[in-house]
């Protein structure tokens, strides 16, 4: 699982942990994430930091895997991601570099296919595999201020997802998207207050979403129970929007 650093990440583990799943913690910050990692039992859990944005870092993680001695990885999940900012402010259209845009489609989305290109041919040959990519509510519909950048990197999951799910399926293998809304976490906690008090006024539930919450829609996803579901966005936005 990659952004396992994050709080989001966090909930994603406890969540696999509760359908007796071993877990590989991927991340870019080799310190944020060791010390996310010794909150878990290291029989279950391990960690390796990795920019997934490396060709070759898909090719590590596998290695790494068969290292510990555990069987292939039938579960990927793509929950890292980045959105470019200056002073606290999304870069907009006419302000976005071309490095920075660059930056956010690879992190965002060119590294979900890499990570796929990786973990797949294991999948298939064991005829069961489960993909679960992390998109937004901004790239399902207008979210004001998001930032073409990340806009475009979380439509583009979208995409992603609905071809890996039509070339794979008769192999046994799902791949789901996940469009969060507001949730509590360190990228939203950055927002300019006005900007988060706007997406809240929105939610209909009058909170935030938590990591929680999203850990245990992706640990569905990536359950036998959730074998009848693929090419799917699953939005958890409380009603922020409905689609």
Same mark, same amino acid.
């Not at 965002?108 to 294991?122: C, E, S, V």
């Given at each position: 699982?990659? %952004?396992?650093?994050? =709080?989001? %990440? %966090?909930?994603?583990?406890?969540?696999?942990?509760?359908?007796?799943?071993?877990? &590989?913690? &991927? +991340?870019?910050?080799?310190? $944020?994430?060791?010390?996310?990692?010794?909150?878990?039992?290291? +029989?279950?859990?391990?960690?390796?930091?990795?920019?997934?944005? +490396?060709?070759?870092?898909?090719?590590?993680?596998?290695?790494?895997? @068969?290292?510990?001695?555990?069987?292939?990885?039938?579960?990927?999940?793509?929950?890292?991601?980045?959105?470019?900012?200056?002073?606290?402010?999304? !870069?907009?259209?006419? #302000?976005?570099?071309?490095?920075?845009?660059?930056?956010?489609?690879?992190?965002? *989305?060119?590294?979900? *296919?890499?990570? !796929?290109?990786?973990?797949?041919?294991?999948?298939? !040959?064991?005829?069961?595999?489960?993909?679960?990519?992390?998109?937004? $509510?901004?790239?399902?519909?207008? &979210?004001?201020?998001?930032?073409? @950048?990340?806009?475009?990197?979380?439509?583009?999951? /979208?995409? /992603?997802?609905?071809?890996?799910?039509?070339?794979? @399926?008769?192999?046994?293998?799902?791949?789901?998207?996940?469009?969060?809304?507001?949730?509590?976490?360190?990228? =939203?906690?950055?927002?300019?207050?006005?900007?988060?008090?706007?997406?809240?006024?929105?939610?209909?539930? %009058?909170?935030?979403?938590? !990591?929680?919450?999203?850990?245990?829609?992706?640990?569905?996803?990536?359950?036998? #129970?959730?074998?009848?579901? =693929?090419?799917?966005?699953? +939005?958890?936005?409380?009603? $922020?929007?409905?689609?």
């Amino acid at each position: 699982m990659t %952004g396992a650093a994050g =709080t989001i %990440g %966090g909930g994603i583990v406890e969540q696999l942990l509760r359908h007796s799943r071993r877990i &590989v913690m &991927v +991340d870019i910050d080799g310190g $944020r994430l060791n010390e996310a990692a010794e909150r878990f039992p290291r +029989d279950k859990v391990t960690a390796i930091d990795c920019d997934i944005g +490396d060709e070759s870092s898909g090719a590590r993680i596998r290695e790494f895997i @068969a290292s510990l001695g555990w069987r292939p990885a039938e579960i990927l999940i793509n929950n890292a991601g980045i959105s470019p900012r200056r002073n606290g402010q999304v !870069a907009g259209a006419l #302000e976005v570099s071309l490095e920075e845009w660059n930056h956010t489609i690879h992190v965002n *989305l060119t590294a979900m *296919l890499l990570l !796929a290109r990786a973990f797949i041919p294991d999948m298939k !040959a064991s005829g069961w595999g489960r993909i679960v990519n992390f998109s937004s $509510r901004a790239g399902r519909t207008n &979210v004001g201020t998001s930032g073409p @950048a990340y806009v475009t990197s979380k439509a583009g999951v /979208l995409g /992603l997802t609905r071809s890996l799910a039509c070339d794979f @399926a008769s192999y046994g293998i799902t791949c789901n998207a996940i469009a969060p809304g507001l949730v509590d976490s360190a990228m =939203t906690r950055a927002l300019p207050p006005e900007r988060f008090k706007m997406l809240l006024d929105g939610t209909l539930v %009058g909170r935030p979403g938590t !990591a929680t919450e999203l850990g245990a829609t992706a640990a569905f996803l990536a359950s036998e #129970e959730a074998g009848f579901i =693929t090419g799917a966005c699953v +939005d958890v936005n409380g009603g $922020r929007s409905m689609l």
